[in-house]
């Protein structure tokens, strides 16, 4: 079988048993799992994929809380003013530096893994029922980002498989 043959059918077939275990055993958000898997084959997969997206994409995550938790200690949450979006803005502008110096770094050169993780982060905050608990949407963030690439890995793991055996 071709490799992206291959690889279709590892995804098709893997994403079945991805998604039932999300939506029901695991409970965690399984759009975050796929943006996790999305950086990974962004990343250049394989093991240097994994290792890359997964930093990058926990360390978005950690930039997310940190970025929550100033917010909310400001009382960003209870006064959506023109001078409160400023100050979170800023707090934005200042993680997106810092994602772009640190890209300085092998492991965090995967620049695009920050924003995911960032973004899920948020994603996953901002729907939570009390959101002034950042605990709770971090640890979920992190389980789906980090099962998800394991995900991914085993999917491109398996195509090797299944096109190594037709070669």
Do not use: C
């Not at 003013?81 to 092998?106: D, N, Q």
């Not at 085993?154 to 498989?161: P, S, W």
Request: without cysteine.
């Amino acid at each position: 079988m071709n490799p992206l043959l291959a690889l279709a059918a590892a995804a098709g077939i893997l994403a079945v048993p991805w998604v039932y275990l999300f939506v029901l055993i695991f409970k965690l958000p399984v759009w975050v799992s796929f943006i996790a898997g999305g950086s990974f084959f962004s990343a250049g997969g394989q093991v240097e994929g994994l290792k890359k997206a997964g930093a990058t994409d926990i360390l978005g995550i950690l930039y997310g809380a940190i970025t929550a938790a100033i917010w909310l200690t400001v009382g960003g949450a209870n006064a959506a003013t023109s001078a409160m979006i400023w100050f979170l803005s800023l707090i934005v502008g200042i993680v997106v530096f810092l994602a772009v110096v640190e890209s300085k770094i092998e492991l965090l050169s995967f620049v695009p893994g920050i924003f995911f993780g960032f973004g899920s982060f948020f994603g996953v905050f901002l729907g939570k029922a009390d959101p002034a608990n950042i605990i709770p949407a971090t640890r979920d963030t992190l389980l789906s980002i980090v099962i998800g690439i394991i995900f991914a890995y085993i999917i491109q793991y398996v195509a090797g498989l299944i096109t190594k055996k037709d070669s």
